[in-house]
């Protein structure tokens, strides 16, 4: 697949997004009391850390590596 530079460096920030949008909610799980809380905000680090996954492989196709 070929992607524009423009198209590279808008999924290089999604990934990094999603990236710290799986840390803030990993955050929120651990410090979270009450456990249904606790249980969305670990499902949503996990689809967070899905999506910058997949989106990281999307980049290393076109020959990108993120650091």
């Known amino acids: 697949m070929q992607l524009s530079q423009k198209e590279l460096i808008y999924l290089q920030e999604l990934a990094k997004l999603e990236g710290l949008q799986a840390a803030r909610a990993s955050f929120y799980a651990q410090n979270a009391s009450d456990p249904s ?21 999307l980049l290393s196709q076109a020959g990108i590596t993120m650091h």
């Open 37 to 57: 809380l606790k249980s969305l905000f670990s499902q949503i680090s996990s689809n967070c850390s899905q999506h910058a996954s997949s989106i990281n492989n």
